[in-house]
């Protein structure tokens, strides 16, 4: 299994991107887990950004809600994770990841770097 984000980049401050990671290969074994965006900005630890889960119930850090949105669509085996109303704060490295609470299924993306300017 692989996973494949882009659309990272550099946008001011107010603007927004829209991330996308696809998954490929064995995509018989992603059954059952959830699509998740962490970031890891420098000198920090990595952080969970958005999340789906299997139920497409979804889940935000704090600092992103209401301006974050995760989405997904099966048929493509692809999620997106658009990002409005950027800050400065959310310049980092994001990355792609299925899993799930119940498996030890863990898969991860290479990462794709956000820069936001002020």
């Known amino acids: 299994v692989q996973l494949q984000a882009s659309g990272g980049g550099l946008v001011q401050s107010g603007g927004s991107l829209s991330l996308s990671c696809v998954a490929s290969g064995d995509v018989y074994n992603l059954r059952g887990l959830g699509w998740y965006w962490y970031r890891q900005a420098p000198g920090k630890e990595r952080e969970l950004v958005a999340g789906?889960?299997?139920?497409?119930?979804?889940d935000y850090a704090d600092s992103v809600k209401g301006r974050f949105t995760i989405s997904r669509d099966n048929t493509k085996n692809t999620a997106h994770l658009r990002m409005n109303n950027l800050k400065p704060e959310d310049t980092a490295v994001y990355y792609c990841?299925?899993?799930?609470?119940?498996?030890?299924?863990?898969?991860w993306g290479q990462g794709t770097l956000v820069t936001v300017s002020s």
């Open positions: 789906m889960d299997d139920d497409r119930n979804t």
């Open positions: 990841n299925r899993h799930a609470a119940f498996s030890a299924r863990d898969y």
